[in-house]
């Protein structure tokens, strides 16, 4: 039965504050679900959420959040089935199709989640300073990431865009596929059941055009991913983004093969290399 | 003459080989740039120093191609193990003619000797000798096998630093493959004309680098060309702002090294001797013409009188004049622009409420100098504790508890570096790890070093200098 779905902001539901809806139809224009339309207060409110979390969030050890994120892996694959049917109505595939994108973005998630405890000795250094110092290198995060999630890959793209984020400590506002939001919204009901803390991931269904430009200039965000943004949209995004010094994603025109085995590239961006000096002596 | 006061020991200028005129570097030559010459100035005495032609937005255009042309046809394709020996070459070069380029540096830029022939120069050579080893290691930097220089680098770098953040920006740039067109600061471009010396001394293939003096609007042509894959940046946060706009929506990959406003945190058991002389170098050295500057001191309040009685002294003993006097703690102010700033926010903190202290030492009757300057009873709002400043003028602010010193440090747009004093290793690191700064110092200021990677958070820009870390900005990864 056709449901109406809400946004998910700091761990809660709530609709849309500008009671807006749209329909989501399936690529033939089945009807399938009315989505909650996210407004700019949406977005504020998910950024105040995000930063709320951020002190808990890149404060626990990569232990536990390595935990929390494969806890999420494993209920993503409780709820596979769902996945399956919403990924194979959203992008018109035939269910075998969903199935195994459902499968890698479990693997994704899983693959996301094992790098926690691994980011600082790969991407941290002990400095050989020329002088009585020990100077070390240890990566943070960079803190309230805005995701524009990509427009076609409604599971696996997200989930490659969305863990990178919250692996390496960050937290996430996600503006969803605005035809394909369902996954987003299950993805959603996986994370507020799941041990990830509320306001880490928030998911809001809208349109990237509409939302991305509040996101780029806000003042509270410190990174964007303007993947779902079309190439010109991106460009006055990047200019936005410029007033705060906002790290902003390189990403290729098209949506890339969200198949292929990542690399480190995304998780990177979303990192502060920070180097602290102290004196050696008795 | 008291018995306790130091003679005159002032450095030859004559070692510093000045020439009348200077002319751009482009593909290996000195040419007669297309710009209108610019007349640099001796900030210690204001008298002109010499004439330098200065490149027009053409010579941009032809510096770029040079710096294709060395790139598709030399450098990118020459196997890393024969560009370190050419960076191994140029590092050898800047220490033997480290005098030359120290004394050049101080007339040019108004720093102290001591600074430039202890700190500048000899950082600028461990630079190129850092980065020579990396240039035949990138399979090993992290990145993945065989990692792509990204071609064509334009880099515009400031005037506190002329010679240490042509340094910076050019070694990584060629370690990695890539050539470069660099545009030194228009107020000081002489010991960037001496590198260019260098450059043909040790045979560097022509294009591979060019320097261009100029304004501004040099810099922006430099950042606006098409055939130009990277940017990198280090001055204002104003410009760098402008700058990601412009380069928004292009392929250029850009790094932002800019402005800061930094914390130093002093715990009532630091050792405070020494609290005060690593507050003393944070904002002192150099005029407090350095971006990771140590501007704001937050002092527990339970020391905070005797940290500031200790500092006053401490900061009246400085020596300040004759830039090239191996005596001198304190040198020019580099221009009458800069100086006039510095005066604006001064200025602004006498009309906020907050208390001056200001260095009896004696101020010479030429030149652009501003004694050193302290202001306490300094709130947060003020724009003293707000803006850079860019000059010897400290604002100290007072906490209570470690959480408060948290809040306030991390209390600005800004995230560069910070300083911690404490006796407690638990407390510096718990500190370390909740400020908002690139670099953290603790108990100890202003220590830079090719192989620490330097860079800020926020609006103190993006990327990194140094390091592994730093690799990044110039590899297509």
Known sequence: MAKTYKLYIGGAFPRSESGRVYPVTDPQGKFLANAAHASRKDVRDAVVAARKAFPGWSGATAYNRGQVLYRVAEMLEGRREQFVSEVAASEGLAPSQAESLVDAAIDRWVWYAGWTDKIASVLGAANPV??????????????????????????????????????????????????????????????????????????LTGRAAELGPWLASHGDVNALDPTGATPEDRITLAREAAGTVKRVLTVPDAEPDWTLTPDL?????????????????? | MGIFEYAPAP?????????????????????????????????????????????????????????????????????????????????????ERSRELAVLESLDNGKPIKESRDSDVPTAAAHFFYHAGWADKLDYAGYGPNPKPLGVAGQVIPWNFPLLMLAWKIAPALATGNTVVLKPAETTPLTALVFAEICQQAELPPGVVNILPGAGDIGAAVVEHGDVDKIAFTGSTEVGKLIQRTVAGTRKKLTLELGGKAANVVFDDAPLDQAVEGIVNGIFFNQGHVCCAGSRLLVQESV??????????RVSTLRMGDPLDKNTDIGA???????AKIRGLVESGDAEGAQRWTSPCPVPDRGFFFAPTVFSDVHQSMRIAREEIFGPVLSVLTFRTPDEAVAKANNTPYGLSAGI????????????NKLRAGVVWANTFNRFDPAAPFGGYQESGFGREGGRTGLEAYLSV
């Not at chain 1, 002088?131 to 076609?152: C, D, H, I, K, R």
């Not at chain 1, 919250?166 to 506002?173: D, E, K, Q």
């Not at chain 2, 102010?333 to 100086?339: F, G, M, P, V």
């Open chain 2, 11 to 95: 450095e030859s200028r004559d070692i510093a080989n000045l020439k009348d005129h200077y002319r751009p570097f482009i593909g290996g030559e000195f040419v007669d740039g297309s710009g209108e010459p610019l007349k640099t100035v001796n900030p210690a005495t204001e008298e002109i120093l010499a004439e330098v032609g200065t490149a027009s937005v053409s010579d941009v255009d032809t510096a770029v191609r040079a710096a294709r042309k060395a790139y598709d046809t030399v450098w990118s394709k020459m196997p890393g193990s024969e560009r370190a020996k050419y960076l191994f070459r140029i590092a050898r070069l800047i220490q």
């Open chain 2, 421 to 432: 004093w404490t006796e407690k290793g638990s407390r510096i690191l718990w500190m370390a």
């Open chain 2, 333 to 339: 102010i580099n221009s009458a622009e800069q100086l």
């Open chain 2, 304 to 313: 905070a009188e005797e940290v500031m009685e200790k500092l006053r002294y």
């Open chain 1, 265 to 282: 590239s995304r998780l990177r961006r979303y990192l502060e290399a920070k180097t602290v000096w102290h004196p050696l002596g008795v």
């Open chain 1, 130 to 203: 020329a002088g009585p110092y020990f100077s070390f290198t240890v990566p943070e995060p960079t803190g309230v990431v805005g995701v524009l999630a990509p427009q076609e890959s409604s599971l696996l793209g997200l989930v490659s865009v969305l863990a990178p984020v919250l692996a390496g400590g960050s937290t996430a506002v996600v503006v969803s596929s605005a035809e394909r939001p369902l996954p987003a919204i299950t993805l959603s009901e996986v994370l507020a059941t799941s041990d990830l803390p509320g306001g880490v991931a928030n998911v």
